[in-house]
């Protein structure tokens, strides 16, 4: 069965710093991958996906991901936070199916 | 502009109440969702439909009902059965996976629900 782990419920950098928000995935076939922003009392937006190919991801806002096949990770990071970071970030794998399984949230803090 | 509308952003329910929360989207995304938001719990999918008239529980669909009379259209009623329903819901959409492609899915601002 498919899952994904979230490392640490809260992050906190300040603004200017790397941001490395984490996670890891259980999957019993290659899995596809994303992650999506939350701001409070919104939706959530995909910030990008991985499918094949390319195991390095780009996405909107300067963020970007790397499938690690070997550690089953796909972490989520941005050379430089940016106030407007500030917000909940979800990790989710999909075997192919309709279902995507989302990890619990990371919640980023972002300090002046 | 296309996207996901749901209605109403808060509502509030008595106990032993039904009340249904509607989702549109004019995406023409043929499969659609729905899940349930509780702090530090993710997601958790409740129901999800592919196609018009066909649908399937989620994880937790234990309380709750929808429909799928249109492609439009995805509405879920919380029963009085459903014993916890105070929550954030949120339903989102998607492109069918039947030509290969995995696409992301596109959501709604979310109904905030809570039982008085």
Known sequence: ?112 | DGGITQSPKYLFRKEGQNVTLSCEQNLNHDAMYWYRQDPGQGLRLIYYSQIVNDFQKGDIAEGYSVSREKKESFPLTVTSAQKNPTAFYLCASSKSRTDGIVYGYTFGSGTRLTVV
Request: proline content about 4%; aromatic content about 14%; hydrophobic content about 40%.
């Open chain 1, 1 to 112: 069965a498919q899952s994904v782990t979230q490392l640490g419920s809260h992050v906190s950098v300040s603004e200017g710093a790397l941001v490395l928000l984490r996670c890891n995935y259980s999957s019993s076939v290659p899995p596809y991958l994303f992650w999506y922003v939350q701001y409070p009392n919104q939706g959530l937006q995909l910030l990008l996906k991985y499918t094949t190919g390319a195991t390095l991801v780009k996405g909107i806002n300067g963020f970007e991901a790397e499938f690690k096949k070997s550690e089953t990770s796909f972490h989520l990071t941005k050379p430089s936070a940016h106030m407007s970071d500030a917000a909940e970030y979800f990790c989710a794998v999909s075997e192919g199916s309709f279902k995507t399984i989302f990890g619990a949230g990371t919640r980023l803090f972002v300090k002046a």
